[in-house]
């Protein structure tokens, strides 16, 4: 699985869209991007994935470059709630078997 | 719907004794995976089953571990004997029609 790359921490005000990007220079063109979020120990939880068209659901849109290299995670209007560690992971197949390589993420703090 | 439920919570044991954490998966999930994080360190892979199979154990740590998972409903993950450094957080999940996996909220294992 391609590596990806993010920067370890942000800061995001209360009702905010919070935007986390991610780097991934070397994904494959069969590699899909997720994202997952831990809230302090809690289980990590799914986000939102993509291939290469931009999604969106309730959680959060997925805006992902032409190229594929890179994508950002947008919470429209990020509550306290929000406040977590957030992994962006790149995958082969969301069908298969492979197993989730986290990074470290991104620790978002959302503050009034 | 229930999600993944994992126990015990929270396990205490003195180094050499023997833990089984138990995974119950959500019903009709047949892909069940098993992760670990201990402290400082990130999530990690430790195995995959397909049912009642093992279908990658790339990640378990020695042969100290045992998963299994009879039947192909809930799974057992036992550490015999336990170490110091099997201290962590394990976190069990199944994966959904999509491909994103539900992970529970884990099983805090703390070795004396």
């Known amino acids: 699985d391609a590596k990806t790359t993010q920067p370890p921490s942000m800061d995001c005000a209360e009702g905010r869209a919070a935007n986390l990007p991610c780097n991934h220079s070397?994904?494959?063109?069969?590699?899909?991007v997720y994202w997952y979020r831990q809230i302090h120990s809690q289980g990590p939880q799914y986000i939102i994935h993509?291939?290469?068209n931009n999604e969106t659901n309730e959680m959060a849109s997925l805006i992902i470059t032409e190229d594929r290299k890179s994508s950002t995670l947008i919470l429209p209007h990020a509550t306290l709630r929000d406040t977590a560690v957030y992994y962006c992971i790149v995958r082969v197949d969301p069908g298969g078997g492979n197993k989730l390589t986290f990074g470290t993420g991104t620790q978002l703090k959302v503050e009034l | 719907e229930a999600g993944v439920t994992q126990f015990p919570s929270h396990s205490v044991i003195e180094k050499g004794q023997t833990v089984t954490l138990r995974c119950d998966p959500i019903s009709g999930h047949d892909n069940l995976y098993w992760y670990r994080r201990v402290m400082g360190k990130e999530i990690k892979f430790l195995l995959h089953f397909v049912k009642e199979s093992k279908q990658d154990e790339s990640g378990m740590p020695n042969n100290r571990f045992l998963a299994e998972r009879t039947g192909g409903t809930y799974s057992t993950l036992k550490v015999q004997p336990a170490e110091l450094e099997d201290s962590g957080v394990y976190f069990c999940a199944s994966r959904g029609l999509i491909g994103e996996l539900f992970f529970g909220e884990g099983s805090r294992l703390t070795v004396l």
């Open positions: 070397t994904i494959s063109g069969n590699e899909y």
């Open positions: 993509g291939l290469k």
